[in-house]
């Protein structure tokens, strides 16, 4: 299948079009956002020549999954799925930063550590860990949204400080990605995964805070298999995960992590349908349901989104 990597709708109601490295959101009326998830593919905040067949299927069914999981803990933005690769929700003022949260020392934390910090995001980080090991207990080292380029590593303090986000609903958002990131830990284990780390975004409508964008989808989180992973940490090798670090390793393996000057490897056929295999393992692996790969063309989105619309009216 040819994969979607760009749209361009036009839907009853649209104010405006925003593209972003994955996901395409179209505004309607100001008051509802359809949510395109393409099969753009992006890694050091760069957007890979690639598309990705099957990518935005996969990321928008399991968003869709984690978002019904957790409507007991606060509400979120998601109204309807009428086509598998899409989202009709609320649209919400979002805040400017995202919530990192983090269970174990890896990835982009562990980087830092290995240089040598022992502060992340005004977080204490003990003495003498290793990687990918479990930390004392769950921190939350979020990020500043930027609106191009790198998101940049905050503390809560000058979150709060700059006026980022007010301190009652910062304290909020603290909360809420606490209880989040446990539900997603319980579902995560029954699956035989460890829930390592992930990111979570909200907004605010009518004065009520509300979950946004994906969650517990493996762009946005990291998952190791649980099976052998004390194995594994006690004799330093690698994890076996989930998540979409396999395709960071891959660009750093060829010499490219978004750097000035570095190359994108060419993404061969070979390397693409790879790739969307991972996707797909990772789906079953995180639902514990067999993916339906479904052919999609435009036409087929824009009649189901704008049937959707249609009974919102």
């Not at 890694?43 to 067949?53: Q, S, T």
């Not at 509400?75 to 174990?104: L, Q, S």
């Not at 994108?264 to 993916?291: A, C, S």
Request: one cysteine or more.
């Amino acid at each position: 299948m040819k994969a979607i990597t760009k749209t361009d709708f036009n839907f009853e109601g649209q104010k405006s079009k925003y593209v972003g490295k994955v996901r395409d959101v179209y505004d309607i009326d100001g008051k509802y956002l359809v949510m395109v998830v393409s099969d753009r593919i992006s890694a050091f905040d760069v957007v890979l020549p690639e598309g990705i067949p099957y990518k935005g299927q996969v990321l928008n069914q399991i968003a869709a999954k984690f978002l019904d999981a957790t409507t007991d803990i606060l509400p979120n933005w998601k109204v309807a799925v009428p086509d598998p690769t899409v989202t009709v929700g609320h649209k919400c003022e979002p805040f400017k930063v995202e919530m990192v949260i983090r269970g174990y020392l890896a990835g982009h934390a562990w980087r830092e550590y290995k240089a040598g910090k022992r502060t992340l995001c005004g977080c204490e980080l003990p003495e003498g860990m290793v990687e990918n090991q479990k930390l004392p207990h769950p921190i939350i080292t979020p990020t500043s949204k930027a609106a191009e380029g790198h998101d940049e590593d905050i503390t809560r303090d000058e979150i709060i400080s700059t006026g980022l986000v007010s301190a009652e609903d910062y304290a909020k958002l603290e909360e809420y990605t606490y209880a989040i990131f446990q539900r997603g830990t319980e579902i995560a284990a029954k699956q035989g995964l460890i829930l390592v780390d992930t990111k979570y975004e909200f907004g605010k409508k009518d004065g009520q805070i509300y979950l946004m964008d994906e969650i517990h989808t493996p762009d946005s989180s990291r998952y190791f298999y649980a099976e052998g992973y004390e194995e594994r940490l006690a004799k330093g090798e690698r994890q076996k995960q989930l998540s979409k670090e396999f395709v960071r390793e891959w660009l750093m393996a060829n010499g490219f992590q978004g750097q000035e000057g570095q190359k994108v490897p060419e993404m061969t056929p070979e390397v693409v349908n790879g790739i969307t295999d991972r996707y797909v393992e990772l789906y079953e692996n995180i639902t514990g349901e067999k993916f339906v790969r479904t052919e999609y063309t435009p036409e087929q989105i824009e009649k189901n989104v704008a049937a959707c619309l249609a009974s919102l009216k």
